[in-house]
């Protein structure tokens, strides 16, 4: 990072940078901690063309959460581009290893976010889940947005890419026909969009937040369901959230098939090895 650039991170924070230090972050962006006399910031970076719409959408999502007193997201301090790279300031959290008693305040804290309601299912802007890009056209049922929203644009862009065939892939009236009797009585909740065990941490405090979020109002199974696709939540993080929501007979199937919207998307972004997961969810339900 040359010292032109720290001088203009040090103009939006009007203080001086004493240290610079790369932190492990995701696959789509790099991170950096940066220090001042006072204060940490958490700094990430991106010289992708999409980059800053990235970073806006994120700042717009952390800001959204944050809003509804349910759980903490870090504080958003800047987004901006500077010679052709987009970074993303953020308020640095010290984070730990949660303890039982921090997975069941994480429970409980995002069951009070998904009880933040809308009258359509989307939201009013498009956002990202990982690089690539995520619509959020609002739809009045839930049937509807995850067929047109989610799984057609990540069945076409798969077959796109030739990961997946056309006859691999179910189109609108299947899936609709499909999905019909379990997609009933279904009302939108403000979702994370992206939960999985890197987009939560536990402040040294023991308060939950919230990272790297790719909102809109779904159903409340979906962020259950990209919890546990890859682990890293407790059985008390789930004992404590389900004591608000109940599950019934189709939470079973409904989180394999919300599951299927992510691995559509790993397979997307980062190739054929994640084909099996999702060929054998396709031909499961479709």
Known sequence: MDSVFIKHIETILNKKVTQLISVSGGDISEAFKIETSTKSYFLKVNNTPNALSMFKAEAYGLQLINDTKSIKTPKVIAYYSYQNTSFLLLEFIESKSPSTEDFKKLGHQLAKLHKNTSENFGLNQNNFIGSLPQSNTQHNTW?????????????????????????????????????????????????????????????????????????????????????????????????????????NSGTKARIEIYQLYYLLVHLNLFGSSYYSSVSSILKKYF
């Open 143 to 247: 049937l509807d947005f995850y067929t047109s929203e989610r799984l057609l644009p990540q069945l076409e862009l798969a077959k796109q890419k030739n990961l997946l065939t056309n006859k691999e892939c179910p189109n609108e009236e299947n899936i609709k026909n499909q999905l019909q009797e379990l997609f009933t009585n279904i009302k939108p909740a403000l979702l994370h969009g992206d939960l999985w065990s890197g987009n939560y941490l536990i402040s040294t405090s023991g308060e939950p937040y919230l990272i790297d979020p790719a909102v809109y109002y779904g159903h409340f199974e979906v962020d259950i369901a990209m919890s546990k696709l890859f682990g890293g939540f407790s059985n008390d993080f789930y004992e404590e959230y389900f004591s608000n929501f109940t599950i």
